[in-house]
């Protein structure tokens, strides 16, 4: 688990382990946030310095999977469930209503004169 990090102007920076963000809030250089997820902002200058990223996505019939990595760890993992029941459903709800006309929508008596 890692702790998300904002320099003094919002930027996001690399996220750190807890125990160094329970360290620079007890001296006084971070405040919190936000609690969900936790992220700290810093109250002094950083470098700024970010190690580039990949995102890595597999789609899968069911579930798609995304983690984010850089040189050395893991930064984020993630899983969504996609839903498989919405057919069904629509099936379901077409039952609800009855049956169009076989003809379709029909003008009767309506007539269109070319000349005028």
Same mark, same amino acid.
């Given at each position: 688990?890692?702790?998300?990090?904002?320099?003094?102007? !919002?930027?996001?920076?690399?996220?750190? #382990?807890? +125990?160094? $963000?329970? /360290?620079?809030? *007890?001296? !006084?250089?971070?405040?919190?946030? #936000? *609690?969900?997820?936790?992220? /700290? +902002?810093?109250? =002094?200058?950083?470098? !700024? =310095? #970010?190690?580039? &990223?990949? &995102?890595?996505?597999?789609? @899968?019939?069911?579930t798609?999977?995304?983690s984010?990595?850089? $040189?050395?760890?893991? %930064?984020?993992?993630?899983?969504?469930?996609? *839903?498989?029941?919405?057919?069904n459903?629509?099936?379901? *709800?077409?039952? =609800?209503?009855p049956?169009?006309? $076989? @003809? !379709?929508?029909?003008?009767?008596?309506?007539? %269109?004169?070319?000349?005028?």
């Open positions: 688990m890692n702790v998300f990090v904002l320099n003094q102007h !919002g930027e996001a920076l690399m996220p750190c #382990k807890p +125990q160094k $963000a329970k /360290i620079l809030l *007890r001296a !006084g250089k971070a405040q919190v946030i #936000k *609690r969900n997820p936790f992220t /700290i +902002q810093l109250c =002094y200058g950083a470098t !700024g =310095y #970010k190690q580039p &990223l990949i &995102l890595g996505v597999d789609t @899968g019939h069911s798609i999977g995304l984010v990595i850089s $040189a050395t760890h893991e %930064v984020f993992s993630a899983t969504a469930t996609l *839903r498989n029941d919405i057919s459903k629509m099936q379901q *709800r077409s039952t =609800y209503h049956p169009a006309k $076989a @003809g !379709g929508f029909q003008w009767e008596g309506f007539l %269109v004169n070319p000349n005028t």
